[in-house]
């Protein structure tokens, strides 16, 4: 693209307020996975299985079915 006249725009939803970049990582760290299944096992943290399905659904971009 170095030939062109056009400019890259920054994306801010991937920037922190502290200027460091977003890490996927820290989202699903194996720590905060285990927390969180520790959370449901003791019933503290509750799951609707269609909730999970329609993300998982629109993650894959296929029309939830009714």
């Known amino acids: 693209m170095s030939d062109t006249n056009r400019y ?6 991937a920037v922190r307020a502290s200027g460091a ?6 989202v699903n760290s194996p720590t905060r996975v285990e927390a969180l299944r520790r959370l449901v096992t003791a019933g503290q943290y509750q799951v609707s299985p269609r909730w999970l399905a329609t993300k998982i659904f629109h993650a894959a971009g296929v029309k939830v079915p009714e």
């Open 21 to 26: 970049p977003l890490a996927a990582s820290s």
């Open 8 to 13: 890259m725009t920054h994306r801010r939803s």
